[in-house]
């Protein structure tokens, strides 16, 4: 078992999905069970954060690392296993661009926690009690991770040497990964182990769509029937497979919904949000501010749809201007 | 705010049309705020949101593009475009809590040099007004809430394998 | 990437800049010695140095020899305009020994020096647009200029008098030409003078010569009555379409013997001639006048009874013993391809009727100035007899400067030859009717080759001269020599009075307009227009003839008003540059097209609907985008929406921009 490469998965702020897809493997895990030894995978077998330290630096050969970092706990680990790892992989949309998480950059930390432990209408907190960091009770302390004021993806932490996208990645691009880490054969630092094309590439619906397109009116897909066979944007659906990363099989498309861009941009692009904007924008009817802006209207939140998965890691990585503000 | 605050405004001006316009300025000998800093594109429809983005986050206080007027355009409707991205590059820009003044689009024909005179004059006296918008200093603010210093002193020690 | 290896290869960037003082317009303004010295300490700067006039040969030379000496492969010239001398140096930069695209200029005069007064902030600006044009030069790519041949025709647009000698110019040249006119007969306004000034020769006797030059030109194709409804292409290799109306005549059948005017069934006019500014009536079945080229006869459809499916025996057709009208003639359309185009589409005289003051249309003797050049003309709808509308002659005329001219209700601009053509009509109406003259002006100009001694002349002649704007024209008397007259009430600025002086015609020396469909004109020629509507050359000074599109000339008063002498020497000096352009046979194609990467292509179509010019189209086999060189213009629209970053521009590349943003940003 010792001479086995050992790999570790870890889940930070994320929805569990990652794991999934892990398990989505299938029979695959099994067989690759035989290959590697994993050291650390907190949602699937008891491994304790203190084995790890124990370990010399750079003794794992790669860790994947799924979910956004959003508190002091997962900065930790993220720095831990970047240590103790030879190679880190950000695993999914959360660890790679900061994912749906990362959409909480529009908000300040206190007024998430004031709906989250107050205003949620699910919320049962006679008290009106607010998490603390520490707490103590009989001479004993009781600690909480801070929850700090900024979503990050794990490479705005540490240093990230390849990355899989996807909410959730797709198996097949995870065993590929784990393929190329056990040969060796490895790509240059900092590569995204997913097709540097575009989804629309291989979509079915592509040939519906003319090559004079233009869009009079977004729609929002749960108001409207979505035709099975022709492009989104056609139908006045904001698509984001022209400037998404393809390797998801076209799943979202597969089930009749619009690409929402979970797999991040081309490597020529650095701002995923910014080239579907400019993508779907550029074909909007109208010369008119208002001809535009009635067409625009479609798209209520341009946050929500353009940095659906992108936000924390987008040029701008946050809202700007809210109060209260860190400082000033 | 700090005193004497010159804001920094990252401009595009199209070869034809603005650009023209800002010599003609130069050539007449009008005077205006030393705010800007030009970046000439051949056409406004050249004008990428990621440069918009990209220039407010390594600090420029404002974005002004300038294009020919509708109708004019040196290569037929690349302004029709840019307005296009523009509509919606200022709403995203709106929702991410830049104030709508920072980005301007202007349409400003060769000709119009007073026009550009008046326009990154308005500019500068409304984000004078507004106050720097500062990101790359944002930027790190926030990341003081990060650990480095706790948890790993040696960050990039671990050279991961290359 | 390696910031040291960045560009062609793998060779070490190593950067150039010359900083210009221009003499005292950029180093009265900047310290340009303290941003040669900043730039000295960037990253990749192997020289910076400041010089007096870089543009000057010994400039040049100093940027050939430091590229030799220091092993330069970049170049960045901190100085004028780049509109203005880029080219000169990237031709020096490729003297140097390196492709002439690894260049970067700095615009610190215009948008530098030139308009900024704060010494400290204009220096800093420059530093950071220096240092911009570093980090972006590091980027560059060396690029080769396409070559296309030229079409050996020119287009030229009007058929005044600037259109006329454009044709005939390139024509004589042997260049084929194509002639293009709206109306019925070229010859334009200047067919309806009487006399030319100051000379006072006959305007017909020295335009028609020219006119039927052009009708008989082996090397002209003369298409009037016809309009451009379409170019397209590129400098050298434009394609053109021309929409003939239907003039319901056969133009090859018609010799121009006018029997068909003779028996039209109407015997008088029915409708207003035109051409002689609507003071006569002409039948439907016209021609423009005697001497018209061609000499083709027309069929008014609006005037004529038979076209406006009426009963009409149609004598005209019977007439006509070669079968030449056609009643079912239908509009066609001709497709040319030319090298050159030369727009002369003239001008427009300024309305009267919006100077309400003055009269016109309320009074019966008010006429504008062209009108007069009709009366006064022989061929004219009077027979060269001033009479007013009552028949009688008019004892005193009342002629008013500047109308819509120099007037900040109307135009502010001064209409150039409203002063001359004034004292020209002056004279010719003192000829005909011995009547006073008074002249109503501002200022008098008279700036031409013999213009003053006209001027002069005519003050000999015992012409009356008031200075000041005219108030306005009134008809209610005062005193009895006012009774049944125009009375004009101006303040006298030199007596420093109101003066009354009454007349019995009064002319409207109105101004010079841009045409009502100019801006229509300038876009289907995608030209520019300076504020009041006139096209815009490229250069006010070097570059009068040309505008920002290249092989689109200027010729006339459709760039701006001026008289027959300048707008001759103007067409001139248009078909001289189109000479050159047919002559020189290729045009160099600028290298800033754009092109698809075809590995990060995933055919998602957003660029197709964008490019204006139809340059991307579909590899439907390879499922991506390809883009044309010949067809692209490079204006980088298709670049910065193509979602995947498959589309480089040339000269600006992503790449490229992002450094020259973040760097500009930096702050020295």
Known sequence: ?328 | MPENFEPKILAFFCNWCTYTAADLAGVSRMKYEPTTRVVRVMCSGRVDPQFVLDAFAHGADGVLIGGCHPGDCHYVEGNYKLLRRFRMLRRLVASLGIEPERLRMEWISASEGERLQKVVNEMTAQIKLLGPLELPERFREWDTELHEETFDKEREVVASGQ | MDDKTIGNGSEEVRIGFFICHCGSNIAGTIDVEAVADYVRTLPNVVVSSDYKYTCSVAGQDMIVEDILKYKLNRVVVAACSPLLHEKTFRAATQRGGINPFFFHMVNIREHGSWVHQDRALATQKAMDMARGAIARVKFHKALEKRREPVRQSVLVVGGGIAGIHAALTMANAGKKVYLVEREPTIGGHMAMFDKTFPTLDCAACILTPKMSEVGSHPNIVLWSYSEVTEIKGYVGNYDVTVKRKPRYIKEDLCVGCLDCIDHCVFKTGNTDDEFNQNLSKRKPVYIPFAQAVPRLVAIDPAACTHLNGGKCEQSCATACDRQAIDFEQKETFEHIGVGAVIVATGFKPFDAHRKPLYGYGRFPDVYTALEVERLVCSSGPTGGDVVLKDGSKPKSVGIIHCVGSRDHQTNRWCSRVCCMYSLKLAHLLKEHTDAEIYNFYIDIRTPGKGYEEFYERLQEEGNHFIRGRVGDITDVPIIPEEEGRMIVRVEDSLAGFVRRIPVDMVVLATGLEPREDASEIRRRFNISCSSEGFFLERHPKLAPVSTTTDGVFLAGCCQGPKDIPDTVAQAGAAAAESLVLLDVGYVEMEPMTAFVTEKYCSGCKTCLPLCPFSAISRDEEKGVAVINPVLCKGCGTCVAACPSGAITQNLFEDRQIFAEIEELLVHA
């Open chain 1, 1 to 328: 078992m010792g001479n086995k490469p050992k790999i570790a998965f870890y889940w930070c702020s994320s929805c569990g999905g990652c794991e999934e897809s892990l398990v989505d493997m299938a029979e695959a895990i099994v067989e690759l069970s035989t290959q590697i030894e994993i050291v650390l995978w907190p949602v699937a077998a008891d491994f304790k954060k203190k084995d790890i330290e124990a370990m010399a630096d750079g003794e794992i050969v790669a860790t994947m690392l799924n979910g956004a970092i959003r508190t002091s706990e997962q900065e930790e680990m993220a720095r831990l296993l970047r240590r103790k790892s030879q190679i880190l992989i950000a695993y999914g949309s959360c660890a790679y661009t900061g994912g749906i998480p990362g959409l909480s950059n529009q908000f300040p930390r206190e007024q998430l926690l004031k709906y989250v432990y107050h205003d949620a209408p699910s919320v049962v907190n006679p008290e009106g009690q607010d998490p603390q960091t520490e707490f103590h009770d009989a001479g004993r302390v009781a600690t909480l991770p801070i929850f700090s004021e900024v979503v990050r993806s794990l490479d705005q932490v540490v240093d990230v040497d390849y990355y899989i996208p996807g909410c959730a990645p797709n198996p097949e691009l995870v065993l590929d990964a784990i393929h190329a880490l056990l040969s060796g054969n490895l790509p240059s630092k900092g590569t995204v182990l997913a097709p540097d094309i575009a989804l629309c590439e291989h979509c079915p619906r592509l040939k519906t769509k003319p090559a004079d397109i233009a869009i009079d009116e977004f729609k929002r897909p749960h108001q409207h029937l979505i035709d099975p066979n022709v492009c989104m944007l056609v139908q006045g659906f904001a698509c984001l497979g022209p400037a998404t990363r393809s390797g998801c099989g076209g799943a979202c498309l597969k089930a009749n919904m619009p690409c929402t861009g979970c797999f991040g941009p081309m490597s020529n692009v650095r701002d995923q949000g910014a080239k579907a904007l400019c993508a779907l924008a550029s074909i909007v009817a109208g010369t008119t501010n208002e001809e535009i802006d009635s067409a625009l209207d479609g798209i209520p939140d341009p946050v929500g749809t353009f940095y659906r998965y992108g936000l924390a890691k987008s040029m701008l990585r946050r809202k700007v201007n809210m109060e209260p503000t860190l400082s000033k």
